[in-house]
């Protein structure tokens, strides 16, 4: 910095919010000061006296004393840094004008005492003014131009005084203040700069610290909502999962009996004009049994209680099939579905791969309007990649993630239930997680998609077995309890069992159930999920078999879909069935049971004999 800035510095204050620091720092040892002032006086008066014998010191000492203590008064008056109407400006004027007055009364000190030939009067007076002048700098030099006021009104006097004595010696010590006075302004001008600089570097560590404070006060709220958003989409799933759950039970009651019925009327010997209609409604009920069917896939993964039963098995039957099943869908369309035959044989669970690929190929042939449907598989390094192709409407790549979510569409803006609900690929890839194995896709919009399924080869050999199953069956002398409390429910499934030749009893609740074994002996229970007073069908199998025996069969009818039920039915080891049943698969499930039980019975008979 020039001289001439730094000099034109000594004429103004900093900025309001800096001056208001350095002054602050003036205040704190400002009362101390003043004291020192007193004493330093008076301890002047004593010493000049008893060296000069000038008693005339007295009446400065009482003034440099008097002005020190008139100005701490004063400084108390004035408002202090901090309180409200606290001004920087005109606080410094005040200190200003009282360093100037402090050292003005040190300069008259050698103006009025220091005497020509008597070189005790000026060693006094230069010794004492030196140490005031030291002293100043820790005092006022925060505030270059309080501190220069001082030192201008303390050592000029002094260097005129010395001057005015005349002498070679006088002249050099006049010489020597004059370059104490220049070290002095330069010293505390540059001790003033890093003093500022000092405030400002805490100035802009609070702005730090405070922008610091606002940003984890932000990120804490931050945190907050994102806590709350989870929490609520947590409530929202919970909320999510207790809905489909309630809706599917309460609708498959009516559609389980709607079906027990239709089983009924169907072996009625109904005319051709009524046995077509009756097909007709079977097959929207079956729809209906299908969307239900597919929330129930659904809360299975949901739920956890997928166990994938790994066992090596041919791909080829699988394919052929799905092939029977679907062609005739595809074909409706206009489709064209082909296969290629394989001879892979794999390691995984048949009845999860075959839920994977039939979702997979009835997502194909339901977006795709025109073109093909293919399904087949290739060997890759070990693996076998089952692939289903269609020239559908293809999938951009910002979906790709996307569609694998529940309830998730595209092209289906109007949300028409005839294309699904959405459920489909979100069931296919729980369903493969639960395996182990991957899903992969391959899409472009408007040119059609492939899905690809990866399952481990198997190097065992498989032994084809296409008995067919049963398809008729007597189950005549089959005595069944069976347990359930919808009304309607009840009374089809027991029109139904009787109509196969059961002997049917049935109960609405526990309690009845239990009065009904005094007279009826069951070979098998047929139970309700979920009964009257909040009991379960677990707790009324459990009771039966505590008085009849625990080997007694047991199915267990469930229309829940919540994963806590479904949990809790899987783990009771009971065989399970849900709703809405079809006739033929209760009929097979029955004559299962019923086979069993002749064999047992038959072997007590023969053990008897």
């Known amino acids: 910095m020039t001289q001439t800035s730094m000099w034109a510095s000594a004429l103004r204050f900093d900025p309001p919010r800096s001056l208001s620091a350095q002054v602050e720092l003036i205040d704190r040892g400002l009362s101390t000061a003043m004291v020192a002032t007193s004493l330093v006086a008076l301890i002047a008066a004593v010493a000049y006296q008893f060296t000069v014998g000038d008693g005339r010191i007295w009446w400065w000492s009482v003034g440099t004393v008097g002005l020190a203590w008139a100005g701490q008064l004063v400084h108390r008056l004035l408002p202090s840094p901090g309180q409200a109407d606290f001004e920087p400006g005109r606080h410094a004027r005040f200190l200003l004008t009282l360093a100037a007055l402090s050292g003005a009364c040190w300069g008259a000190l050698a103006v009025l005492f220091i005497r020509p030939g008597e070189p005790d009067s000026a060693t006094l007076v230069i010794c004492l003014i030196a140490g005031m002048g030291s002293a100043a700098l820790g005092i006022f030099g925060s505030v270059w131009p309080v501190a220069l006021s001082y030192w201008l009104c303390c050592l000029v006097p002094l260097i005129v005084a010395l001057v005015r004595a005349q002498g070679t010696i006088n002249w050099a010590l006049a010489a020597g203040a004059t370059a104490y006075l220049w070290a002095m302004a330069v010293y505390s001008f540059h001790a003033s700069r890093m003093t500022l600089r000092s405030i400002e570097l805490r100035f802009e560590n609070e702005g730090l610290v405070d922008r610091l404070r606002d940003q984890t006060q932000r990120a804490l709220e931050a945190r907050e909502m994102v806590e709350q958003a989870l929490v609520e989409a947590e409530d929202a799933n919970r909320a999510k999962t207790v809905f489909l759950a309630s809706a599917s039970h309460d609708l498959r009651q009516p559609l389980h009996a709607a079906g027990l019925y239709l089983g009924a009327l169907s072996r009625a010997g109904l005319n051709d004009r009524q046995a077509h209609l009756v097909r007709h409604v079977m097959a929207s009920n079956e729809a209906a049994n299908e969307m239900l069917g597919t929330l129930l896939d659904f809360s299975k993964v949901d739920a956890g209680v997928v166990q994938p039963q790994l066992r090596t098995f041919a791909l080829q039957p699988l394919f052929h099939k799905l092939e029977r099943e679907l062609a005739p869908l595809a074909e409706s369309k206009g489709l064209v579905f082909r296969l290629r035959d394989t001879r892979l044989v794999v390691q995984a669970d048949p009845a999860l791969v075959e839920m994977i690929i039939r979702n997979l190929l009835v997502n194909a042939v339901r977006y795709t309007e025109r073109g093909a449907v293919l399904l087949g598989c290739r060997r890759r390094v070990g693996r076998a990649v089952i692939e289903v192709w269609d020239t559908g409407i293809g999938i951009p790549e910002s979906q790709h993630r996307e569609v694998f979510r529940e309830f998730h569409q595209l092209g289906n803006p109007e949300r028409d239930r005839r294309k699904g609900l959405g459920l489909g690929l979100s069931i296919v890839d729980g369903l493969a997680r639960a ?116 080997d007694l069969p047991a199915f267990l009818v469930t229309g829940d879909t919540g994963p806590q039920r479904l949990r809790e039915a899987h783990a009771s080891g009971l065989v399970l069935l849900h709703k809405p049943v079809p006739a033929e698969r209760l009929h097979a499930a029955l004559l299962s049971q019923w086979r069993r039980v002749q064999g047992q019975l038959a072997g007590r008979a023969s053990a008897a004999g």
């Open 435 to 550: 395996m182990g194995v991957e899903v992969g896709l391959a899409s472009r919009e408007g040119r059609g998609s492939v899905f690809r399924l990866t399952l481990p080869i198997s190097q065992a050999a498989v032994i084809a077995s296409d008995r067919p199953g049963d398809e008729g069956g007597d189950l005549t002398g089959l005595n069944v309890l069976l347990i359930e409390d919808d009304e309607s429910v009840l009374a089809a499934m027991s029109d139904l069992l009787m109509s196969w030749g059961c002997a049917c009893e049935t109960a609405s609740s526990v309690d009845e159930a239990l009065a009904r074994l005094d007279a009826f002996t069951p070979h098998l229970l047929l139970v309700d999920y979920r009964l009257r007073d909040h009991r379960s069908g677990l707790e009324a199998v459990s009771l039966i078999r505590e008085r009849l025996g625990a």
